[in-house]
């Protein structure tokens, strides 16, 4: 079936640095994108969303890009802060609100 | 606002017995859900709900029961545990069904 994936299960940045996680998904009728970022004995907590008719999209340190030719999702965090340690997820929808398809996460590590 | 509230946020079980996992939201969202969360794997759907009086099964329904009595209560009871129902589960509410919030988690061993 299709599944959202993730290209690095972790990533060591020095803090100050910009971290970028990606994630490869394949389901072509996807049309709704997040990001969750998920502190160790945490819930997921939601980071920033897209749509996909947008390519684009930024919040408070973060942007998300998307691209459908090569079905792509990143998530890049500006000048990354300890606070910035976490798993994080993408998912996708498609169709149905109840038809989010989660990826296994990358956790990201930040070096002080 | 509290959010999405879980409880127990741990719970032993012996092989057999049966629990009720409790969520709460007091964000007035229509639509709740449950996912189980195992190393490795992206979060798994159990149960939603769109409304009170309205249950669906998600990806993994086996093993598990839930109802919606009120908007703002969605428990998920385990019928009879199984060790494969070891795992963290998340309760989680949405007002369209997408940007979701999520409880704190429940770790649960079945012994």
């Known amino acids: 079936g299709e599944s959202v994936g993730l290209h690095l299960p972790t990533l060591s940045v020095q803090e100050g640095d910009n971290s970028i996680i990606n994630c490869a998904y394949s389901n072509s009728a996807s049309d709704y994108f997040i990001w969750y970022k998920q502190e160790s004995g945490k819930g997921p907590q939601f980071i920033i969303d897209?749509?996909?008719?947008?390519d684009k999209r930024q919040g408070q340190r973060v942007t998300v890009l998307l691209n459908k030719t090569v079905k792509h999702l990143s998530l890049q965090i500006a000048a990354t802060q300890p606070g910035d340690s976490a798993v994080y997820f993408c998912?996708?929808?498609?169709?149905?609100?109840?038809?989010?398809?989660f990826g296994t996460g990358t956790k990201l590590q930040v070096i002080p | 606002n509290a959010g999405v509230t879980q409880t127990p946020k741990f719970q032993v079980l012996k092989t057999g017995q049966s629990m009720t996992l409790q969520c709460a939201q007091d964000?007035?969202?229509?639509?709740m859900s449950w996912y189980r969360q195992d190393p490795g794997m992206g979060l798994r759907l159990i149960h939603y709900s769109v409304g009170a009086g309205i249950t669906d099964q998600g990806e993994v329904p086996n093993g598990y029961n839930v109802s919606r009595s009120t908007t703002e209560d969605f428990p998920l009871r385990l019928l009879s545990a199984a060790p494969s129902q070891t795992s963290v589960y998340f309760c989680a509410s949405s007002s369209a069904g997408e940007k979701l919030f999520f409880g704190s988690g429940t770790q649960l061993s079945v012994l």
């Open positions: 998912a996708e929808k498609y169709g149905g609100y109840q038809k989010v398809t």
């Open positions: 897209i749509r996909s008719n947008m």
């Open positions: 964000m007035n969202h229509e639509y």
